[in-house]
């Protein structure tokens, strides 16, 4: 058998992230070949993953981040089985790997994200080489993008909640876009404006409108016109532009944008949060 070093298990570990222990009966078994020593922790977090395939993965994190020119903003889910491990080093440095790739490479979609490049494998077959090292499910589950002028992230502390918009201007005091990033994290809105607002969603709150003025009573010819009432209060409370301004409630987000600079507003926005 071929003499194993601790520099060799140092080595392993730098580029595996798997316990010392185990990359010592990686080299071990494959008596010094490093590639194959490599590819054998792959195959164990490929065995792991599918004795825990039945498992639940609804903890871990959600970061969002934006590309050094400030135009591209990604946000990605991944997922642990316990709190524990999404606090773990490893985990987040996975994570945090992972949406550095999806910013440097802007990949269309979730699916084109776990094709990727990274470390000598691809994206997803990463995810599942660290089921072996962390011991539990993890899945990458979500992944969004936005393209902008200038594109703002934000993550709230702990990890569970993130935000990322785009802003129609670039240049302006980084505050406010934060100020904005933050308002989402806040009052969770549903669209930007509400012309953005779905169809369906609009007609479902016309009908929960003139449900709730039937159950007070309210005449029938008077349910249409109650019901639009509570719609603009709708449109108020959930639309991001025309939310009140929580650093100042005496203005709406698209007030307080003007005032910064007439021709800046927010193009879009991407909210994700795991259960709070």
């Known amino acids: 058998m071929a003499a194993i070093s601790a520099a060799d298990v140092a080595k392993l570990r730098r580029v595996t992230l798997a316990g010392m222990m185990d990359c ?57 089985e316990t709190d524990f491990v999404a606090k773990n080093a490893d985990f987040l440095f996975l994570a945090n790997k992972i949406l550095n790739v999806a910013l440097a490479k802007n990949p269309s979609n979730l699916e084109e994200l776990k094709s990727l490049p990274m470390d000598g494998g691809k994206v997803g077959e990463k995810v599942i080489e660290y089921v072996g090292i962390i011991g539990e499910k993890l899945d990458l589950s979500y992944f969004e993008k936005i393209e902008a002028a200038h594109v703002q992230a934000y993550i709230h502390p702990g990890n569970r909640l993130a935000t990322l918009v785009g802003f129609t201007k ?107």
Do not use: C, H, W
């Open 170 to 276: 670039s240049g302006v005091d980084a505050q406010v876009y934060k100020d904005i990033a933050m308002q989402i994290a806040a009052m969770n809105p549903v669209a930007v404006d509400k012309d953005f607002v779905p169809e369906s969603v609009i007609a479902q709150e016309i009908e929960i409108g003139k449900e709730q003025a039937r159950r007070d009573g309210k005449p029938e010819e008077m349910l249409e016109k109650i019901a639009q009432g509570k719609l603009n209060k709708f449109f108020k409370e959930s639309t991001l532009l025309n939310q009140d301004f929580v650093k100042n409630n005496k203005m709406t987000i698209k007030q307080y944008l003007q005032s910064v600079n007439k021709d800046l507003t927010v193009t879009e926005f991407k909210r994700f949060t795991l259960n709070l």
């Open 24 to 80: 010592k009966k990686a080299l071990e078994e494959s008596e010094g070949n490093f590639e194959k020593a490599i590819e054998i922790i792959r195959k164990k977090g490929q065995a792991v993953a599918n004795k825990r395939a039945d498992k639940e993965a609804s903890e871990g994190v959600v970061l969002s981040g934006v590309s050094s020119n400030g135009k591209i903003g990604a946000i990605i889910v991944l997922n642990s």
